[in-house]
């Protein structure tokens, strides 16, 4: 059974930086994983996303060179490293994982963590 718990969100000022944590249970490694986020009243989208072997990274083009995902096997977490953070990345961040290759879409991932909140304050 894949079971996943982030933590790491806070409230940090414009410009400032976070690393959230999700800790992966029951994956292998033909497993994708990813993180989310969703704003209020917005869809969730894709933020990063990568392959539990580490390869196939994928960055949605608004947090290119800013975000960093990685992926410490030894200690079965997923971590998204965020710099320059600005008031637009204020959501709800989830880390998810599904059985396969990278997949862009909510659908396309089957277990999902409970959330962390970021807000980035102006």
């Known amino acids: 059974q894949v079971q996943l718990s982030e933590s790491g969100g806070g409230l940090v000022p414009t410009g400032g930086s976070l690393t959230l944590s999700c800790v992966i249970s029951?994956?292998?490694?033909?497993?994708?994983t990813g993180w989310f986020r969703q704003a209020p009243g917005k869809d969730r989208e894709l933020v990063a996303g990568?392959?539990?072997?580490?390869?196939?990274?994928y960055y949605a083009d608004f947090v290119k060179g800013r975000f960093t995902i990685s992926r410490d096997i030894s200690k079965y977490t997923l971590f998204l490293h965020m710099l320059s953070l600005k008031p637009e990345d204020t959501a709800v961040y989830y880390c998810?994982?599904?059985?396969?290759?990278?997949?862009?879409?909510?659908?396309?991932?089957?277990?999902w963590g409970q959330g962390t909140q970021v807000t980035v304050s102006s």
């Open positions: 998810a994982a599904t059985a396969g290759v990278l997949g862009t879409r909510e659908s396309d991932y089957d277990y």
């Open positions: 029951g994956v292998t490694f033909n497993y994708y």
């Open positions: 990568i392959g539990w072997t580490g390869y196939d990274s």
